[in-house]
């Protein structure tokens, strides 16, 4: 039997981990920043942030926890996000999975779904 990608990065705990490093990559990416930074003076907004998105990447790899936030078009609407931020924020979280020691296999399968949410991300 195959493992889920949930399983495979580590489930909740792992989850986790890769969404504070990812968090953190995009703090220190000048390239991004901007959007991140301004959520360091507000701790507890930060935390739902981060809570919704391990809960949503948790729900789409297999996992069993329920995302309760809004839907990507719905909570990316208004920000214009450019193609070229889209992709300084996919290349901190495979630095992100890197450093949590991700396989290739699991890797590709989280660049698909990222991919697969670009256009409800993109110009919005």
Known sequence: ???TLFERLGGTNG???IV???VENHMNNPEVNARFLPFKNKPDHLA???QHTIDFFSAG???DAKY???DMITA???MNISSTEYMH???DIFTALDKNNIDEVSKKDVLAILWSLKGMIISK
């Open 1 to 3: 039997m195959t493992n």
């Open 48 to 50: 739902i942030i981060k």
């Open 68 to 70: 309760k936030g809004k």
């Open 89 to 91: 924020v996919m290349d």
């Open 61 to 63: 790899s297999g996992g």
């Open 76 to 78: 990316h609407t208004g």
């Open 15 to 17: 989850i986790s981990n």
């Open 20 to 22: 504070d490093d990812t």
